[in-house]
């Protein structure tokens, strides 16, 4: 099945530097990759998507881009602000039916003001 | 905008005793999940849900789960006799037709004493 690699566990960054987090798939067919905040407590929101037929999407201060050949894809969040500290999921799955989303173990991102 | 509501918030229950975790999804939405989390773990896939059958559940939800979507709004997590490692949050996802993208609702924290 899929297995979902993220990295790095934990990113402190100044307020106003970028942050980037990496997530690698195993599952060639996963053609679907979401990105999920997480708050202390709360649910996870979805925050960004891609799906395989685009390599790069942009909302504002994030981006994500995605190289199928590398079976990678990352986060990228310009500008941080100390609100954007969260637990950060990346995830993939099979864009069919209902198959569920496979997730990565997170990234504890914390913006020092 | 419309939310996945899941009750209760909180459940404490002893070791050995039945459980019943409820969700509403998104009204328009076909297909249904829960997902756990182990504090401080990542997101991990229970079972999905799709025309009033299971579509596909992972290795956690063995015998002493089930799922039921008992009226047209609701759709419950049952533990039949809970065990201390089923301490955890239990998050209950919606999404339309085409599967994407996951509504997740706040969880229900599931504490066995």
């Known amino acids: 099945g899929e297995n979902v690699e993220q990295h790095p566990s934990t990113l402190s960054v100044q307020e106003g530097d970028s942050a980037v987090i990496k997530c690698t798939y195993s599952?060639?067919?996963?053609?679907?990759f979401p990105w999920y905040k997480q708050e202390l407590g709360k649910r996870p929101q979805l925050i960004i998507d891609?799906?395989?037929?685009?390599g790069e999407k942009k909302d504002q201060r994030i981006a994500v881009t995605l190289n199928k050949t590398a079976k990678h894809f990352s986060l990228h969040i310009t500008e941080t602000q100390p609100e954007d500290s969260a637990v950060y999921f990346c995830?993939?799955?099979?864009?069919?039916?209902?198959?569920?989303?496979?997730f990565g173990k997170g990234t504890r991102l914390s913006v020092i003001a | 905008e419309p939310e996945v509501t899941q009750t209760p918030s909180h459940q404490v229950t002893q070791m050995g005793q039945e459980v019943i975790l409820r969700c509403v999804p998104i009204s328009n939405h076909l297909y249904f999940y829960w997902y756990r989390q182990i504090l401080g773990q990542k997101v991990e896939f229970l079972v999905s849900f799709y025309n009033n059958e299971i579509s596909e559940k992972s290795e956690i939800f063995d015998d002493q789960f089930s799922v039921e979507r008992p009226d047209g709004s609701n759709f419950t997590l049952k533990i039949r006799s809970t065990k201390l490692e089923d301490s955890a949050m239990y998050f209950c996802a919606s999404s339309n037709e085409g599967g994407e993208p996951q509504h997740f609702g706040d969880g229900t924290r599931l504490s066995i004493l």
């Open positions: 599952d060639s067919a996963s053609n679907y």
């Open positions: 891609i799906r395989s037929n685009v």
């Open positions: 995830a993939a799955r099979i864009q069919s039916g209902n198959t569920p989303l496979v």
